[in-house]
Nanobody, 122 residues
Framework: QVRLVESGGGLVQAGGSLRLSCAAS????????MGWYRQAPGKQRELVAR???????NYADSVEGRFTISRDNAKNTVYLQMNSLKPEDTAVYYC????????????????WGQGTQVTVSS
């Protein structure tokens, strides 16, 4: 079992910044990567950013250059620094403990946090 707790969401004006945190506990030794996902009303949940155990990062095209994912291994915490926020970034943001399959592709596990709401006003 893995427990994930997100925090740091809120209401911000366009162009502003927020920093999300995700604290992980439990069977975290099975984690291959940590991912931040988001889900806007009426849309599917999408990957925003990923950081692997080797420190490699991936970003969705829509956030490349504006968002930065990082981690603090000592605290078992992953962060998402979001700068230059846009109204289209409005969503509930979730973190997930990802796994990797035999082909090297990452996929989300069944472990999700409760989510944190990010609202960007224009």
């Amino acid at each position: 079992q893995v427990r994930l707790v997100e925090s740091g969401g809120g209401l911000v004006q366009a162009g502003g910044s927020l920093r999300l945190s995700c604290a992980a506990s439990g069977s975290i030794f099975k984690i291959d990567a940590m991912g931040w996902y988001r889900q806007a009303p009426g849309k599917q949940r999408e990957l925003v950013a990923r950081i692997t155990t080797n420190g490699r990062t991936n970003y969705a095209d829509s956030v490349e250059g504006r968002f930065t994912i990082s981690r603090d291994n000592a605290k078992n915490t992953v962060y998402l620094q979001m700068n230059s926020l846009k109204p289209e970034d409005t969503a509930v943001y979730y973190c997930n403990t990802e796994r990797v399959d035999l082909s090297g592709s990452y996929y989300p596990s069944d472990y999700w946090g409760q989510g944190t709401q990010v609202t960007v006003s224009s």
